[in-house]
């Protein structure tokens, strides 16, 4: 990389750290390609970017972001993922982590706050965002279905009384009448 291509690089990371809201750091030493392939392609999924990123230019593009605390951990041969839902990419990465001794996650930083290996894993365990989401839906639309269900109630009530009124007149009974009859 000539220095053109390195400022170009430390502003495009610099605009990514702008527009997202949680980056994490993992050391990658040892992994095969084939790895690497399979995590860029869970992270995608996620809606994720994965990036093996030099120290210093992602250094460079760290200061004067809300993520410059994560900077002391780019020592070594390390990667970036970075997400707007921080859920995703926490949880990618800690079950890939699970089947990887070799891909070691190193902390975070969602936000101003930085985060360390056990502060990304208890964030891998929250819901995802579309969960979060669909489960206020759910409390939102709770109270709606029992104000209608308590509007039915009466003329449910209603209907089976005139029902049970209507079998006992129109119904003969356990049978014992004509007995009694012959």
Do not use: C, H
């Not at 990304?120 to 759910?138: D, F, I, M």
């Amino acid at each position: 990389m000539d220095r053109t291509e390195k400022r170009e690089f430390v502003a495009s990371l610099g605009s990514v750290f702008a527009d997202t809201s949680f980056v994490l750091v993992a050391q990658n030493n040892g992994l095969t390609v084939a790895a690497v392939d399979d995590l860029r392609r869970r992270m995608r999924a996620a809606g994720a970017t994965y990036k093996v990123t030099k120290n210093r230019l992602a250094t460079l593009a760290l200061d004067g972001t809300r993520f410059q605390g994560i900077s002391p951990l780019l020592k070594g041969p390390t990667a970036l993922a970075w997400s707007k839902d921080p859920v995703a990419v926490a949880k990618t990465a800690v079950e890939f982590a699970k089947g990887n001794d070799k891909f070691v996650i190193l902390g975070g930083a969602l936000g101003a706050q930085s985060l360390d290996v056990n502060g990304v894993k208890a964030l891998s365990e929250l819901p995802s965002l579309e969960t979060l989401r669909a489960q206020l839906l759910g409390l939102i639309q709770t109270p709606a279905t029992r104000i209608a269900g308590v509007l039915q109630a009466p003329a449910g009530q209603l209907a089976r009384v005139f029902k049970a009124y209507s079998d006992k007149d129109g119904a003969p009974s356990d049978g014992n009448e004509g007995a009694e009859a012959a």
